[in-house]
């Protein structure tokens, strides 16, 4: 399998060249990412644990679906596409985009946009990419990352601040 390869992009977020995943994070360039936030018709918000075989942040709670933006693609293909990859969910439409986070160490250097859907479930999750996933309360995830914030990716715990 070969190496996935991001847009580098300037401070504006501006493509200005490509690279390979690997060297896109060993050298803290810019680049771009997606979450998808998918919350249940009684409010509650589906979390994924990431696999510990992550390279990143593994064996940590993160939004229902995230990931890069490959080279090429755009926020809303990608949006689409980590929802159907990581937990097997088909949207028909884009999600509704919430709010876009400029890069920062929070996000490890990735310009992110934040979207919203509603689905009920049950989600088929992708074995190296989730270790479990489960419905939760705002409420509960609001005390939860007040007390045990190690416990969460940073990008998540920074979106969420933003939520409430």
């Known amino acids: 399998m070969s190496e996935e390869i991001f847009d580098v992009v300037n401070e504006r977020d501006e493509v200005v060249g490509q690279n390979t995943r690997r060297e896109v994070h060993r050298l803290g360039l810019l680049h771009r990412a997606v979450h998808v936030l998918v919350f249940n018709a009684r409010g509650e918000i589906f979390l994924q644990l990431r696999s510990a075989k992550k390279d990143r942040h593994p ?12 080279s090429g ?17 088909k949207l028909s439409q884009t999600p509704k985009r919430l ?26 999750l992708h074995p190296d990419e989730i270790d479990r996933g489960d419905w939760f309360t705002p409420a509960t995830v609001t005390s939860w990352i007040r007390e045990r914030p190690q416990e969460f990716a940073p990008a998540f715990v920074f979106i969420w601040s933003k939520l409430n």
């Open 99 to 124: 709010f876009k986070i400029d890069a920062c160490a929070e996000t490890d250097a990735e310009f992110v946009w934040v979207y919203r859907c509603e689905n009920e479930g049950p989600f088929t």
């Open 59 to 70: 064996s940590v709670w993160d939004s229902s679906a995230s990931g890069h933006v490959d």
């Open 73 to 89: 693609e755009d926020y809303d293909t990608t949006a689409v596409r980590e929802a159907r990859e990581e937990i097997g969910l």
